[in-house]
């Protein structure tokens, strides 16, 4: 990889495992990283070229200890939430931002962005009203299941599913408990398929890079519906794109976005289309590797270039991006973990030598513990892995092949993976 940026400081916030290989690859491109966020044991910190224990939400730490290391660029890692203060921190710093105050008070939080969304002819999940006061009045009018979750927090963190009134109390504790903003809202449940669809930026243009199915867990209830993994491109992409895409396109279009990545996720029933949630970032989930495998542009590099430049560089979204992959079909398919200890992993040895998989990112290992509360977010996430075949039958072939070949045991030889996802049902093979 080209070192034109050798010796260049870049300030990376966050430091969770999804954000250790965007450290890496501003490594390989020269650059000495710096990660700052609130733990000191943090991954990503791992990988970087020096590390501090400034909060990721401490705009004056942080912009003192830019000016400290004297760095040459800001950029955020995997997490919605630090979003509003990578966008502060870069305007204090007078350095190039993705983001402005503009679109970060769109997306920052659910509800202004579910708002917004509704402006535009997006629709979002029905949503019943209730605050924390908790009126009867209010709880009366409540449809159960519904789901409770923060309006400022992602990765299933702070969120649940209540089947009466003393799960939604107890729901609405958990989701102020994790909200920097002391807010929250209550959903109607969604029982149906579920759909990412993941947008590239550059210089005010916007490209769909994929649509996508994804597939959750149903064997923890009362949590939030944790993701077992997807298969691109979605079955209703073509219906996407008829319905939806050129509205998404209005909204992006006037809240200024002109650079970045942006995630929406969303619900398909019934003939339509329900958004529930967005992260303009890079995603923990990471579709950018299996674009790197199809499309050869890497978002990861773009946005570091951005970083220090304010251009994502010479990469032509209308000649290299397709949702529709070229005519190849892909996946990621995600191992979830049950509360213990990790005592054995069998399975994952070989995976280097299998051109199918292009990329595992293992978060968990032999030893660690999955704790209580790890239990429905994505902390309960063993590995991800991300597979490219030439035809639905291959990848079919594949993801079955890695269901029944990965293990996982406790100390006691009891498995501590949860069931994945129906592969014949997923890519209409019955």
Known sequence: MSKEFEGKKLLILGGNPETTPLVEIANNMGMKTIVSSAR???????????????????????????????????LVGVADILVPAYCKVCEALGLPCYATQQIVDVFAFKDVFKATCERYGIHGIPEFYLDAELRQEDLDKIVYPVMVKPVDNGGGVGMTV?????????GVALALENSCKKRF?????????DMGMYYTFKDGYCSASCIYDRYTTDEQPGFSRVCLGGTYPSKYCDEYFERMHLNVLRLFKEIGIENGVLMLSGFYKDGEFYVYDTGFRLQGEAPHILMKAIHNFDQREMLIRFALTGSEGDVDLRVEDDARLRGKWAATLWFLLKEGKIAKIEGLDEIHKDSRVVANIQRLHEGDTVLPEWIGNEKQVLTRMYLVCNSKIALADALKYYMNTVKVLDEEGHSLLLEGFDVNKALQLE
């Open 40 to 74: 000191h044991e943090d991954p990503a910190k791992k990988a970087a070229w020096k590390a501090y224990d400034v909060d990721g939400m401490d705009v004056p730490g942080l912009v003192a200890l830019a000016h400290k290391e004297q760095v040459d660029g800001v």
């Open 162 to 170: 209540a089947y009466n009134e003393e799960e939604l109390k107890a």
């Open 185 to 193: 809202i209550v959903e109607k449940y969604m029982q149906c398929d």
